[in-house]
């Protein structure tokens, strides 16, 4: 149990009166929690998939994860399912792609707060759908690597992010 959860403990028995504990256990650095071991899968309906890969590969850029865990539906391309996911990111912040692949289309804007792409990859499986995004690159861009700038966030939404989803 971590000094935090303790000191929450401790606080919760006095009946909020003794906080000593309580801001010892704020004011020591906390770490992020680790993801388990073994999540959900997704990207693919179906698909067995490792887990999740990080999406910040540093330098101010998200690197789209190729497997998620499906967090709703996509409105307006009937793909059925909760494939769905967002990924929080300040505007203006590149995107990369998930893996190496073919720029299908690039419209800039209609996805309710930015515009919207979709992917192709090399490897077997689904195309990729993102939306809330900026400055994508265009129809026929072959993308050569993994983490290659491929789009940057969009501004025009109210909570900057990016919208995944693969079918």
């Known amino acids: 149990m971590s000094s935090l959860t ?51 590969s540093g330098s101010g850029q998200l690197t789209l994860p190729t497997s998620w865990k499906g967090t709703h539906t996509t409105s307006g391309m009937d793909w059925g399912s909760m494939t769905a996911e967002d990924i929080m990111a300040k505007a203006g912040t590149y995107v990369g792609a998930p893996e190496p692949g073919v720029v299908k289309y690039f419209h800039p804007t209609g996805a309710q707060g930015g515009g919207s792409m979709l992917f192709d990859p090399d490897a077997p499986g689904g195309d990729y759908w993102l939306g ?24 025009d939404h109210a909570a900057p992010h990016v919208h995944i989803d693969r079918r």
């Open 6 to 56: 303790q000191a929450l403990i401790s606080y919760a028995q006095s009946g909020g009166k003794d906080t000593s504990a309580l801001m010892r256990a704020l004011a020591q650095p906390r770490q992020r929690p680790q993801p388990p071991d073994q999540q959900t899968p997704y990207g693919q309906a179906g698909t067995e998939a490792g887990p999740p890969e990080p999406a910040y």
């Open 132 to 155: 809330h995004i900026a400055q994508g690159m265009p129809a026929g861009t072959r993308i050569k690597r993994r983490g290659q700038r491929i789009a940057r966030v969009s501004a």
